[in-house]
């Protein structure tokens, strides 16, 4: 009796684990699709390269715009294996959202470097994700405690682009001044029209990074 209860039960785990792999491929290839479009739209891009990662997992990004300011962006976008039955519990427990990186290349060398860095957002640490600079404060943003490191005056532009931004998606924002970049690491928005705006939203904080050289 147990082994022919065992045999329908790897059936059932089967069965189940193919109908989420067609289900959570769909969804994946949906939520990409969908992104390389809004970022197309926020950024205008005059050329552009694309790499996939993985199969159903993500991709990456170069673009090249027609802008003195901020002539390169790069993006990431990375998503949870839908697709896999069994590992999707360990993965929305250990990455917990899908994501999106957001770099830009800016021309001219920002005044130092800052760091606002939600709570919570790296297990390991903010210094073990690569944070430097002392801590300078931490301040809260539509209901969100960030943790302040760096440039005081650099940080608090950081600041001011966060809230057009939107807190409730960006985990890390960060600006560099070797290389100079600006860097956004935010919960990738599904929400029609959002990450579209985040993208546009970015490019502009990078223009007024970049303009306090």
């Not at 329908?8 to 479009?37: D, H, M, P």
């Not at 996939?52 to 027609?66: C, K, P, S």
């Not at 130092?112 to 073990?128: P, Q």
């Not at 532009?157 to 070797?178: D, K, Q, S, T, W």
């Amino acid at each position: 009796m147990i082994p022919v209860l065992v045999f329908w039960g790897l059936v059932g785990v089967a069965v189940a684990s193919t109908f989420q792999f067609f289900r959570g491929r769909r969804r994946n290839l949906r939520i990409l699709e969908e992104s390389v479009k809004a970022l197309e739209a926020g950024l205008r891009p005059v050329d552009k390269e694309y790499t996939m990662v993985g199969l159903y997992v993500g991709y990456t990004a170069e673009y090249r715009l027609r802008d003195s300011l901020v002539p390169k962006a790069y993006a990431a976008v990375t998503t949870l294996p839908r697709q896999s039955l069994l590992y999707m519990p360990f993965s929305l427990a250990t990455r917990r959202y899908d994501r999106i990186y957001l770099v830009y290349d800016l021309s001219l060398k920002p005044p130092g470097e800052a760091h606002l860095v939600r709570k919570y957002t790296y297990l390991l640490g903010d210094r073990r994700a690569g944070v430097h600079g002392p801590l300078i404060g931490v301040r809260r943003v539509d209901g969100y405690t960030y943790r302040v490191y760096g440039d005081e005056r650099l940080a608090e532009r950081l600041l001011e682009g966060l809230r057009l931004l939107g807190a409730r998606y960006v985990r890390h924002l960060a600006a560099y001044p070797e290389p100079p970049r600006l860097f956004i690491h935010a919960q990738l928005p599904h929400e029609r029209g959002e990450l579209e705006r985040l993208a546009e939203t970015g490019l502009r904080l990078a223009r007024r990074v970049a303009s306090m050289a």
